[in-house]
Nanobody
Framework: VQLQACGGGLVQAGGSLRLSCAASGRSSRTRTTAWFRQVPGKEREFVAVIFRGGSTTNFADSVKGRFTLSRDNAKNTIYLQMNSLKPEDTAVYYC???????????????????WGQGTQVTVSS
């Protein structure tokens, strides 16, 4: 399985971006897919997850109410819609996926087998 993340860019505070995570191979419905982000000098942090098989999602408190997740099964793609962006959302965003992820461990990098290459999101104040 290969994941390709794209959609990052430069946006003003309050703006929106939509990131995409396109997967090769089997349907994305067979995998739990998450987004993480990382800024230089800090650990990668969990942002959001959509569980395999359906549309159940979970979000980090820092993005709850502003970010949403959706899937397009025909395109084998997961989308992270980011609204009301803040400068502190600036980071490299990575998508990750795995066939089996225990619900209580979705925030852990080690729970995911496949990783995309990352896409830069910069939010200016």
């Amino acid at each position: 399985v290969q994941l390709q993340a794209c959609g990052g860019g430069l946006v003003q505070a309050g703006g929106s971006l939509r990131l995409s995570c396109a997967a090769s191979g089997r349907s994305s419905r067979t995998r739990t897919t998450a987004w993480f982000r990382q800024v230089p000098g800090k650990e990668r942090e969990f942002v959001a997850v959509i569980f395999r098989g359906g549309s159940t999602t979970n979000f980090a408190d820092s993005v709850k109410g502003r970010f949403t997740l959706s899937r397009d099964n025909a395109k084998n793609t997961i989308y992270l819609q980011m609204n009301s962006l803040k400068p502190e959302d600036t980071a490299v965003y990575y998508c990750a996926a795995s066939e089996s992820v225990i619900a209580s461990t979705t925030y852990r990098e080690s729970s995911y087998k496949y990783w995309g290459q990352g896409t830069q999101v910069t939010v200016s104040s």
